[in-house]
C-alpha cells in the first residue's frame, strides 16, 4: 500500500476544500479508509472512515453534517469533502488503511498511513 494524500490548503473560514487520498498500488480495495487529523500540540484524532464498499460511514462528531467522505472504487481513491470551514479544523489530514472491511475509530485499528496534507484555516 501507498498512500498519497493531497488538496489540502490555505481558506478562509467558511470556505471548502476537496482532500484526496490515493492508494497508488491499488491493494486496498477491500479494506476500509480512515481520514485524521493532528493540530499542533495535539493528539492525532479521528475524524471520518468509510467502508471498503462505500456503503457504512462514520464521523466525529464536531465534523458530522460538515465534512463528507466518499470514495471511488475504480480510481482507488477517497475523498474528504470539507464544506463551512473553521480555525479549529486547522491540522495535518492524514488518510490511512484499516485492518478491515469496516473501519472503526481507533488509530491502532490502522494499518497504512499517508503523508498528510496540511489545511490552514484563518479567520
Known amino acids: 500500500v501507498q498512500l498519497q494524500a493531497s488538496g489540502g490548503g490555505l481558506v478562509q473560514a467558511g470556505d471548502s476544500l476537496r482532500l484526496s487520498c490515493t492508494d497508488s498500488?491499488?491493494?486496498?480495495?477491500?479494506?476500509?479508509i480512515g481520514w485524521f487529523r493532528q493540530a499542533p500540540g495535539k493528539e492525532r484524532e479521528f475524524v471520518a472512515s468509510?467502508?471498503?464498499?462505500?456503503?457504512?460511514?462514520y464521523y466525529q462528531d464536531n465534523v458530522q453534517g460538515r465534512f463528507t467522505i466518499s470514495r471511488d472504487r475504480a480510481k482507488n481513491t477517497v475523498y474528504l469533502q470539507m464544506d463551512s470551514l473553521k480555525p479549529e479544523d486547522t491540522a495535518v489530514y492524514y488518510c490511512?488503511?484499516?485492518?478491515?472491511?469496516?473501519?472503526?475509530?481507533?488509530?491502532?485499528?490502522?494499518?497504512?498511513w499517508g503523508q498528510g496534507t496540511l489545511v490552514t484555516v484563518s479567520s
Open positions: 490511512a488503511v484499516s485492518r478491515s472491511s469496516y473501519p472503526g475509530r481507533e488509530r491502532s485499528s490502522y494499518r497504512y
Open positions: 468509510i467502508s471498503w464498499n462505500g456503503g457504512t460511514t
Open positions: 498500488k491499488r491493494t486496498s480495495s477491500n479494506n476500509g
